[in-house]
């Protein structure tokens, strides 16, 4: 079956980048997706890629991905003291006319002042 | 913006009880889905709904559980005898005609006693 695999922990100080890492094994992926989850909220879909793309940017954030090695990270430059979140990676494949989406265990950021 | 919305935020029922989680998905979205995660865990899928039935469920939906769309708007989660296990944060999830991007609510934090 499926299986997403993050690190589940990240500290970095205000000003720095982060890269968040991600690991996944189905190679049918069709896209795979950012979501950020602040303390008490909802799933909020940061940003996602189509399979067949290996980069994407969007203002602070870039996503890479290595489809050979089934890799995915997301980049996060000038990290902020609000955007510390819980960061789950997330695949999807086509199933039944829908997406179904496979979550990864999540990676905690930590933003230091 | 469209957003999903789900009530309660914050349901308690004792062991037993049947409860009915609400949503209002997206207003033109098609695919509905509910997803749990249980406290520290991942996001786990339970079921996704379209044109009026169910087009997958994961292990975790059980005869427990049920789907409905009672009118236009609602999406509702049915749990007929909870468990002490159901205990969990429950998202529910809409997509449009291109699905490809799942918009979440934000949760209704589920505690069984």
């Known amino acids: 079956g499926e299986d997403v695999e993050q690190s589940l922990f990240l500290s970095v100080r205000e000003g720095d980048s982060s890269v968040i890492n991600c690991t996944y094994t189905?190679?049918?992926?069709?896209?795979l997706y950012w979501y950020k989850q602040e303390p008490g909220a909802g799933l909020q879909l940061l940003t996602y890629i189509f399979s067949n793309m290996d980069m994407k940017q969007d203002q602070r954030l870039t996503v890479l991905l290595n489809k050979k090695d089934k890799h995915l990270s997301l980049r996060i430059a000038d990290t902020q003291t609000g955007d510390s979140a819980i960061y789950f990676c997330a695949e999807s494949m086509e199933s039944g006319g829908y997406q179904k989406v496979t979550f990864g265990t999540g990676t905690k950021l930590q933003v230091i002042p | 913006e469209p957003e999903v919305t789900q009530t309660p935020s914050h349901q308690v029922t004792q062991m037993g009880q049947e409860v009915i989680l609400r949503c209002v998905p997206i207003s033109n979205h098609l695919y509905f889905y509910w997803y749990r995660q249980i406290l520290g865990q991942k996001v786990e899928f339970l079921v996704s709904f379209y044109n009026n039935e169910i087009s997958e469920k994961s292990e975790i939906f059980d005869d427990q559980f049920s789907v409905e769309r009672p009118d236009g708007s609602n999406f509702t989660l049915k749990i007929r005898s909870t468990k002490l296990e159901d205990s969990a944060m429950y998202f529910c999830?809409?997509?449009?005609?291109?699905?490809?991007?799942?918009?979440f609510g934000p949760g209704t934090r589920l505690t069984v006693t």
């Open positions: 999830a809409s997509s449009g005609p291109g699905h490809y991007e799942q918009y």
């Open positions: 189905d190679s049918s992926s069709t896209y």
